[in-house]
């Protein structure tokens, strides 16, 4: 057994001299002094906040974290011109973005989408040194994006091709289709700053909504390289940029009311306050992604190096800050030792660097107080009865935490009940499969469940136990968000609305229709105005 070490012994040198970093992935500074306004990069000769890497350079004077660059820190005032810019392009649902025909909303899209591109390098070691993400990750969240885009459209192709006919019934005829909400708040989370923010802000754009961006704490300066594409691509006023402390800057946005959807990824404490704010909850619409403590259940009956296979990748993929993360592991008594010594040893066999050496597997961490977080997790456990299990467990230095999996947890320690979002792999042991069922009854959240077996009966009797505590179930995997075509939501504190390439597009727009009742005077009215295009709404037009 191995408890937190902080000296280095054997563990391998994580941070480097500068000059033995590859020239492919040096970055220059970028200090970015504009922003993206009712159409135009408008210079900022404000005040700026520093953007720092989690990877750190050795001095003389110790481990320092590499300055990146610098953003703009707008203030309430900057935040108000960007909010009358969204309500002033969306004009009550008459502006040129909201009224525009949806196969022209889609070639922007499409031009974006190719701008998009020709920033793909950039924005991959954007991604690396902002928030410590590997090279096959970063390159991967990047595309998955790119599909993202490319897939909402193809969805948004069908929705518009389902509602380009006339419905007739008891007399009335009507076309009913999808209209777009108002002005949208979009804000994500800095573990992927780039497409959990587009799973929003794309579905949100292409229905006709204009968006306030606010950028996250971690991985801005990944999408400086795209504001030109928004410039380019949309009309003014479509999309705005937001930058500074969010909770001085978007208290105001909320407390004016012209806020008609807050889509939001990160806390339900932030949720809940910045709904309180708004004056008229009823016409706010909320599509929130937020808290998870998703667990695993490995039986007696499971496959254990299925098992620990799983628990690996969906605990400490991306260093296990991700919402869809295994936070919490239940394992049965019987084959806790077999289980525990093998994930032990998997664990320690990761290997640590930084984000673009080869087959990097545990980066530095871009939250600056998360080492002494993840450590005071990981003392209240051992002071508990806990042991860290793996070799080099809860090693830190500086940025970087190596994980720790930590056995036996109780409902008595931090790690039992607090979201860690980082490389810490709790172990809870249990006897009867009714204890990770009871554990999930009385958690606040309800996202996800991997359950590890393969006897039939007891996977069914679990299917059935959880399918109304979660919004996923997943057997014998870890827990994830994809496919991007399967919705993504949760029960409870985790989650409002839903979202996927299909559910997005309806959660950012309304059914609206245009009806009358069927006579010959209406069929050569609609007739007339379908035949000369003379409504964007009503329209027969079909999409290819």
């Given at each position: ?101 949806v196969e022209a909303r889609i070639k922007c899209m499409q031009q974006f989408v190719y701008l998009m591109i020709q920033q793909r390098e950039v924005v991959i070691r954007l991604l690396m040194w902002e928030i410590g993400k590997t090279l096959a990750d970063a390159t991967k969240e990047f595309d998955r994006t790119v599909d993202y885009i490319n897939d909402t459209i193809g969805a948004l192709k069908d929705l518009d ?384």
């Amino acid at each position: 057994m191995h408890q937190p070490i902080s000296n280095r012994g054997s563990f391998p040198v994580i941070f480097k001299e500068e000059t033995s970093i590859p020239d492919t992935y040096r970055i220059a500074e970028i200090h970015q002094r504009e922003y993206l306004l009712n159409g135009a990069l408008v210079p900022w000769n404000g005040p700026v906040t520093n953007v720092y890497s989690p990877v750190c350079i050795p001095t003389p004077n110790g481990l320092t974290k590499k300055l990146l660059g610098s953003i703009p820190n707008t203030t309430a005032k900057e935040t108000m011109e960007a909010l009358d810019a969204a309500v002033a392009a969306y004009d009550n649902g008459l502006g040129e973005w909201p009224t525009m025909p949806v196969e022209a909303r889609i070639k922007c899209m499409q031009q974006f989408v190719y701008l998009m591109i020709q920033q793909r390098e950039v924005v991959i070691r954007l991604l690396m040194w902002e928030i410590g993400k590997t090279l096959a990750d970063a390159t991967k969240e990047f595309d998955r994006t790119v599909d993202y885009i490319n897939d909402t459209i193809g969805a948004l192709k069908d929705l518009d091709r389902e509602s380009s006919r006339f419905q007739q019934a008891e007399g009335t005829i009507a076309q009913i289709r999808r209209a777009p909400l108002g002005v949208v708040l979009s804000m994500g989370p800095f573990n992927y700053p780039l497409n959990e923010i587009f799973t929003t802000l794309i579905p949100a754009l292409i229905m006709g909504n204009t968006i306030l961006f606010k950028l996250p704490k971690h991985g801005v300066l990944a999408h400086y390289p795209l504001l030109n594409a928004f410039k380019e691509a949309f009309p003014k006023g479509t999309v705005n940029t937001l930058y500074g402390k969010g909770s001085e800057i978007i208290s105001p946005i909320m407390e004016s009311g012209k806020v008609n959807v807050l889509a939001f990824i990160g806390s339900s404490k932030v949720a809940n306050g910045l709904k309180k704010l708004h004056p008229k909850v009823n016409r706010l619409r909320a599509i929130l992604s937020l808290d998870a403590k998703n667990a695993a259940i490995v039986t007696k009956h499971a496959n254990i190096d299925v098992a620990v296979n799983e628990c690996i990748l969906g605990a400490l993929s991306f260093n296990g800050q991700r919402c869809t993360a295994l936070k919490l592991i239940f394992v049965q008594k019987e084959v806790a030792a077999e289980f525990t010594e093998k994930l032990s040893a998997a664990v320690a066999a990761l290997k640590p660097g930084l984000p673009w050496e080869n087959g990097v597997r545990i980066t530095p961490l871009p939250e600056d107080n998360k080492p002494a977080y993840l450590k005071a997790c990981i003392d209240d456990a051992v002071s508990k009865g806990a042991k860290v299990l793996n070799e080099n467990g809860g090693f830190q230095e500086a940025s970087f935490v190596f994980p720790a999996v930590v056995y036996p947890v109780n409902e008595q320690m931090k790690l039992y009940h607090e979201e860690q979002f980082g490389p810490i792999v709790p172990v809870v042991p249990f006897e009867s499969i009714d204890e990770p069922i009871n554990y999930q009854v009385n958690a606040s959240h309800g996202m996800q469940v991997s359950i590890f077996s393969e006897e039939p009966a007891e996977v069914a009797k679990l299917i059935d136990s959880f399918v109304n505590l979660v919004s996923r179930v997943n057997i014998n995997c870890q827990a994830q968000r994809s496919p991007d075509v399967f919705p993504f939501t949760g029960r409870k504190d985790s989650a409002e609305g839903t979202l996927s390439v299909f559910d997005a597009l309806r959660s950012f727009s309304i059914r609206s229709l245009v009806a009358a009742k069927v006579t010959e005077s209406t069929k050569t009215l609609f007739n007339t105005i379908v035949r000369d295009h003379e409504s964007n709404f009503l329209s027969t037009d079909y999409i290819f």
